[in-house]
Nanobody, 129 residues
Framework: QVQVVESGGGLVQAGGSLRLSCTTSGLTYAMGWFRQAPGKEREGVSC???????????YYADSVKGRFTISRDNAKNTLYLQMNSLKPEDTAMYYC??????????????????????WGQGTQVTVSS
């Protein structure tokens, strides 16, 4: 089981930015960020699939497209999520998953999900209005 440690969350005003980091205990090819707000189910925010060469495929939830950017540093076993133009509705606990898969509906990527029940401690993001 690959272990993950998330960091980088905090309190920020609407319109601000944060950069989340996730350090893993091993190299994985498909990683992603998820979030869970109080009273809501955990949702996939963004995932990135690496083919082991030079190709990366990224997925973003519609709610964060154009504002969030996912990236990874394979040499450091670290996943990042740059979050810009933050909104109060982005407030949630953010979790990293070290093994994810994309969900496909009618030939189009519709989301991403973790392939295991393991989750790190998460990092809290709070956006004030």
């Amino acid at each position: 089981q690959v272990q993950v440690v998330e960091s980088g969350g905090g309190l920020v005003q609407a319109g601000g930015s944060l950069r989340l980091s996730c350090t893993t205990s091993g190299l994985t090819y498909a990683m992603g960020w998820f979030r869970q707000a109080p009273g809501k189910e955990r949702e996939g925010v963004s995932c990135i699939i690496w083919d082991g060469g030079s190709t990366y495929t990224a997925y973003y939830a519609d709610s964060v497209k154009g504002r969030f950017t996912i990236s990874r540093d394979n040499a450091k076993n670290t996943l990042y999520l740059q979050m810009n133009s933050l909104k109060p509705e982005d407030t949630a606990m953010y979790y990293c998953a070290a093994d994810v898969r994309l969900t496909v509906v009618a030939g189009s990527v519709s989301g991403c999900q973790s392939t295991s029940n393991y989750w790190g401690q998460g990092t809290q993001v709070t956006v004030s209005s």
